[in-house]
């Protein structure tokens, strides 16, 4: 029930295509759900989140797509660049005040080749 | 510049010592976390603080020790009762009234036991 599954676990795009990462979750009070970008290194950094009562969100090249009858949710990186080769993690929580009981995904890298 | 700073980067250490991993944090922040990050299992929870001088266990606690005695630091302590102790550990904070879900994170510590 509080499990993030998270896919591929790898990824390798070419320059220009389109990245696509997908997360499915179980707890169906879950209503915050961040996607988290992560170079080699260093900490993960929020990218772009999402809230159930809309079924996407875009911001520049990045966009969540939000499907609450099935639990699932994914990132799509459109124009993939080299510059986002990262790690990316999906998460989930019960309201965003309770960032302590974020549930994260086993994280998925993505290699963009020029 | 405001931020989370984790110290040291890189360490090593002979099995059966205990270790302790700063983190200080000069964002004013109310709560701060320790995650640990292993390759193919995303980010778990050890240990988080929501206020000085108290602190919650996470998912995977056992053989780990923290502190809260000041806001601006949590330092996690690797005991020698933790079984598989080298990773990559993150400390992360977040606000306290004006919490929008955003974990904020250092860059890491990597713990290698030989």
């Known amino acids: 029930q509080q499990q993030v599954k998270q896919s591929p676990q790898s990824l390798i795009v070419q320059k220009g295509g389109i990245s696509i990462i997908n997360c499915a979750y179980e707890n169906t009070a879950f209503d915050y759900f961040p996607w988290y970008q992560q170079f080699p290194g260093k900490g993960p950094a929020l990218l772009i989140a999402i809230r159930p009562d809309v079924s996407e969100k875009k911001e520049g090249r990045f966009t969540i797509s939000f499907n609450k009858s099935a639990k699932q949710f994914s990132l799509h990186i459109m124009d993939s660049q080299p510059g986002d080769s990262a790690t990316y993690f999906c998460?989930?929580?019960?309201?965003?005040?309770?960032?302590?009981?974020?549930?994260f995904g086993q994280g998925t890298t993505l290699q963009v080749k020029p | 510049d405001g931020g989370i700073t984790q110290s040291p980067k890189y360490l090593f250490r002979k099995e059966g010592q205990n270790v302790t991993l700063s983190c200080e944090q000069n964002?004013?922040?109310?709560?701060m976390y320790w995650y640990r990050q292993d390759p193919g299992q995303g980010l778990r929870l050890i240990y988080y603080s929501q206020i000085v001088n108290d602190f919650q266990k996470g998912d995977i606690a056992e053989g780990y020790s923290v502190s809260r005695e000041k806001k601006e630091s949590f330092p996690l302590t690797v005991t020698s009762a933790q079984k598989n102790p080298t990773a990559f550990y993150l400390c992360a904070s977040t606000p306290g009234t004006a919490n929008t879900g955003e974990l904020f994170f250092g860059e890491g510590s990597r713990l290698t036991v030989l």
């Open positions: 964002l004013n922040h109310d709560a």
């Open positions: 998460a989930a929580s019960r309201g965003s005040g309770n960032t302590g009981k974020l549930i």
